[in-house]
């Protein structure tokens, strides 16, 4: 394989509905790099929710100014923003000639390992297993760890009951003041 640019498009592809998010398309794209046998392309970095990627991003913008890839921006149930990702008609004939290729055939093989592993976690365990699992780049998260790891929590920024738009930091703290208390995602995800 030689342009990893395009495994965003076979997650898409593969996964039928597209991918639900920027934070989820950061992680599986990180993860078929890390875990699988894409060669790296996309540099990553500690961002607020773990691994980030840049690079990645402005391909996605690409991908979308190409009219390959639709970005829809939706409410999440806490009443934030976030992008679901789905192929155009272009874009899908695009994984068509991928699934038809010898030589792009294998990011579509290992898109659907990717999904087969990671793509049906809820979001909170996904963000878990990679803080857990790649600490070096959780440092500058602005997640409630604590509730991340809490498999009844909605959401890392709500106490439970909340209704969106009145929501207030877990504990009265910010996610800022929450990850200074912490010295690494080793101490966040230990169990006490």
Known sequence: MKDSRLFPVALMYVGGDGVDGATRMQKLVFLGQEEFEIPEKY?????PFGPY?????????????????EVSPV?????????????????????????????LRPYLDIAEEVL????????GRLLGYVY????????CTELDTDRLRDPEAR???????????QSKYLG?????????????????FSVQ
């Not at 990627?53 to 100014?65: I, V």
């Not at 087969?116 to 979001?123: A, H, M, Q, W």
């Not at 857990?132 to 440092?139: D, G, N, P, V």
């Not at 959401?155 to 738009?165: A, I, M, N, R, W």
């Open 172 to 188: 009265g703290i910010s996610p800022e003041e929450s990850h200074s208390m912490r010295s690494s995602a080793k101490e966040l």
């Open 132 to 139: 857990s699992r790649y600490e070096e780049l959780t440092i």
């Open 75 to 103: 409410r999440n149930e806490v009443g934030n923003e976030k992008h679901v990702y789905r192929l155009t008609d272009s874009g899908i004939l695009l994984g068509k000639k991928m699934a038809s290729s010898d030589e």
């Open 116 to 123: 087969s592993e990671y793509g049906d976690r809820p979001l």
């Open 43 to 47: 540099d990553y970095e500690p961002g």
């Open 155 to 165: 959401s890392q920024f709500l106490e439970p009951g909340e209704k969106y738009g």
């Open 53 to 69: 990627s840049s690079e990645l991003e402005h391909q996605l913008s690409q991908l979308a100014n190409k009219g390959l890839v």
